[in-house]
């Protein structure tokens, strides 16, 4: 080749590799969402910004210092690219074990997306089917002529009663244990609270009821088709079934809050919360596996959208929940998650998939408190300011004041005060809460109240999950 040509091939690909750095680095600070449903080109994706990763050791750090968290993991991927991998505060308190990347947590009800994912691949393999009726394809349990499917149990739309908090008989399962079989005898015989597909009422008697459809279709115990068929198509290497005797590195001890600061929480035999929030893991794993699932690794493309699309009931309300996963939006960003709660822990998986980008909290500490810090970080990476608060107007003030019930019966007061408003929950030391346009939130949780005059919608930020009545 001459040289005059070679100089003009070499400034041609010069000036695209030039336009290509410049088309994929938008500024940090700009925020860009698309609709739902359509692809974004890579040119629309934020990118965190430069002091991104000061930012998260600043909230987490804020968490452990105010004395409520005993410890935190928290990983974040963006476009495939790590930009934070990290522990604070202590795994154990006692021992003064830090927390580290590879510290291994109880993540609750993040379990059911697990659960789901093992569902649906014995469904692609023909030995299970979506409209199948339960007590075809489970005849321990009885639907009472219901129509119930496994559908049903997946969206939770089946009626089942919650068997979590079912009097003494729960509270001895959780100190001595129980096998799933009697686990199920806590919720076979109670009456349904509402015909399957005509409401939607989250229960984790549905999620231990896939564990045994699993483990009948399959031929294997639950854990053992976990280990065998869904955390190696993921590469998980620290997620498990977390066997109560089973000695595990790393796991971390867990805490609840009380009166002069943490203590260890209440025991629990995790054979009870089994398939419904029995697993253990990593923050990395767990952003791992959210990029595995929505990439087909575990089950189909296909598959993972019937996951992530909103059930509907028979009335043609739409809910926020698919298939062990909830959709939504935060602040106009599409946004997959779920929490998990359970003594001692708590856990936050969050996949904005039109940003790419993945936030996993894991806390050793019981209460909401993981969801606050995951939507703080979730801010810092999409660029979007924290709240302030803005004066709350007289107008707002007034159609929000007064007192709520709660759906375990609490009383809930909500008081209007020189242009603020203050919650209070019984007894609980008052909250005030900051003006976010016509939304008010607390201050400490980030929760969401929204005065509809004669009811109080409460959420979280990306969903409305209670209407208050006003109490009598």
Not at 51 to 66: G, H, K, L, N
Not at 82 to 100: F, I, M, P, Q
Not at 361 to 378: F, K, S, Y
Not at 427 to 441: A, F, H, I, T, Y
Request: hydrophobic share 40%; with cysteine.
């Amino acid at each position: 080749m001459h040289k005059p040509h070679l100089a003009i091939c070499l400034t041609r690909v010069f000036a695209l590799l030039l336009l290509e750095c410049t088309v994929r680095r938008p500024s940090p600070q700009t925020v860009r969402s698309v609709p739902e449903g359509t692809t974004t080109p890579a040119a629309l994706l934020v990118l965190a910004p430069p002091d991104f990763a000061a930012r998260v050791d600043r909230i987490a750090q804020e968490a452990v210092r105010s004395g409520a968290t005993a410890g935190l993991a928290v990983a974040v991927v963006e476009r495939g690219r790590t930009l934070v991998s990290k522990g604070y505060g202590y795994a154990n308190l006692e021992l003064r074990s830090e927390v580290r990347p590879e510290t291994v947590f109880r993540i609750g009800s993040i379990s059911k997306q697990f659960t789901a994912t093992a569902i649906l691949q014995l469904v692609e393999q023909g030995k299970l089917r979506l409209d199948e009726e339960v007590a075809a394809a489970l005849p321990a349990f009885p639907s009472r002529g219901h129509h119930l499917t496994i559908a049903h149990l997946l969206d939770q739309t089946s009626g089942i009663p919650e068997y979590v908090g079912r009097g003494e008989p729960f509270s001895r399962a959780i100190r001595l244990g129980a096998s799933p079989a009697e686990v199920l005898a806590l919720f076979r015989d109670e009456p349904f609270d509402f015909e399957p597909g005509t409401r939607w009422a989250y229960s984790s008697s549905n999620y231990h009821l896939l564990g045994l459809l699993v483990e009948r279709a399959s031929g294997m115990a639950y854990a053992e088709y976990l280990e065998k068929n869904v955390f190696p198509r993921a590469g998980l290497k620290a997620t498990r079934y977390c066997d109560d005797a089973a000695l595990i590195p790393g796991r971390a001890a867990g805490y609840a809050s009380g009166e002069g600061g943490l203590r260890n929480a209440a025991a629990i035999a995790m054979a009870v919360p089994w398939a419904a929030g029995g697993l253990c893991s990593t923050a990395p794993d767990l952003a791992r596996w959210e990029a595995a699932l929505e990439q087909g690794q575990v089950v189909s493309r296909e598959s993972y959208a019937r996951m992530i699309k909103p059930s509907r009931t028979r009335d043609g309300k739409t809910n926020e929940y698919g298939f062990g996963l909830y959709t939504g939006r935060f602040a106009g960003h599409r946004v997959v998650w779920h929490g998990g709660y359970i003594p001692g822990f708590s856990a936050e998986a969050e996949r904005y998939a039109d940003d790419d980008l993945t936030v996993v909290v894991l806390r050793n500490t019981e209460g909401p408190l993981v969801a606050t810090i995951a939507e703080r970080i979730a801010r810092a990476a999409l660029g979007i300011p924290e709240l302030a608060g803005q004066p709350v107007p007289a107008e707002l003030g007034r159609r929000c004041e007064g007192a709520y019930t709660t759906p375990d019966g609490a009383r809930l007061s909500l008081e209007w005060r020189g242009g603020k408003v203050f919650a209070r929950r019984g007894k609980e030391e008052r909250v005030e809460l900051l003006r976010d346009g016509d939304v008010l939130v607390a201050s400490a949780t980030l929760r969401r109240y929204r005065c509809n005059g004669s009811t109080l919608s409460i959420g979280d930020g990306k969903r409305w999950y209670d209407d208050l009545p006003r109490a009598p």
